[in-house]
């Protein structure tokens, strides 16, 4: 069980901003919201995590809501090596089994030149 | 972030034979996990890799037929015993860092035939 629910694919044109959405309705108090992309023939790679406040980095920003329900990745300016399945992934930090990522079926996005 | 070497990249096996994946990793880590990724699906883990004590099993895996060592903080190997064409998978061994997260091996692509 995943505990996320991610629409199966996306599209996006190159250069523009796509917004991916994860429900996960279920969190606990000390989940972490995490994201990992996996391009093809490749394994998965960290893109961003963050638990209550929206977080930025050089790959992406992650939206959280106030309720902590939902998520968006938002890549800003998508390109072609950014077509890959995105995986969006709760998992808790306090140690022990609890490291464990759980990976659900994530978004397949496509992007278009 | 660590660097995972994840040998043989890929094989082909005959049914009934054994396999053993190595995964080295470039610094100490408490916890590895090994990965399966179905043709077409997501990743499902088998089991969490403990230096010094007995790998945990996911749910529909066993010891006898995921058997794993991990000798030191660097290195585990994961075994696919009397293999089958359903064995047919990519796995897939992680590294958990409090800093930076999870980061996956690139794979060992077996075809069991």
């Known amino acids: 069980d995943a505990k996320t629910t991610q629409p199966n694919s996306m599209e996006s044109n190159e250069e523009e901003p796509v917004h991916l959405p994860c429900n996960h309705s279920t969190i606990s108090g000390t989940d972490y919201i995490h994201w990992y992309r996996q391009l093809p023939s490749q394994g998965p790679e960290y893109v961003i995590h963050g638990l209550t406040s929206n977080v930025n980095n050089r790959m992406a920003s992650l939206a959280i809501a106030e309720d902590r329900k939902s998520s968006t990745l938002i890549l800003h300016r998508a390109t072609l090596r950014d077509a890959a399945v995105y995986y969006c992934?709760?998992?808790?930090?306090?140690?022990?089994?609890?490291?464990?990522?759980?990976f659900g079926k994530g978004t397949l996005l496509t992007v278009n030149p | 972030s660590a660097v995972i070497s994840q040998k043989p990249s890929r094989d082909i096996c005959q049914r009934g034979t054994s396999l053993t994946i190595q995964c080295q990793v470039d610094s100490q880590v408490t916890m590895m996990f090994w990965y399966r990724q179905q043709p077409g699906q997501s990743l499902t883990l088998i089991a969490t890799?403990?230096?010094?004590?007995?790998?945990?099993?996911e749910s529909g895996f066993v010891i006898d037929k995921f058997p794993i060592s991990r000798p030191n903080l660097t290195f585990s190997t994961l075994t696919v015993s009397n293999m089958s064409p359903e064995d047919s998978s990519i796995y897939l061994c992680?590294?958990?860092?409090?800093?930076?997260?999870?980061?996956f091996g690139s794979g060992t692509r077996l075809t069991v035939v």
């Open positions: 992934i709760r998992s808790s930090n306090s140690g022990g089994s609890n490291y464990k990522l759980t």
């Open positions: 890799a403990n230096q010094g004590s007995e790998a945990t099993y």
């Open positions: 992680s590294v958990v860092d409090r800093v930076y997260g999870y980061t």
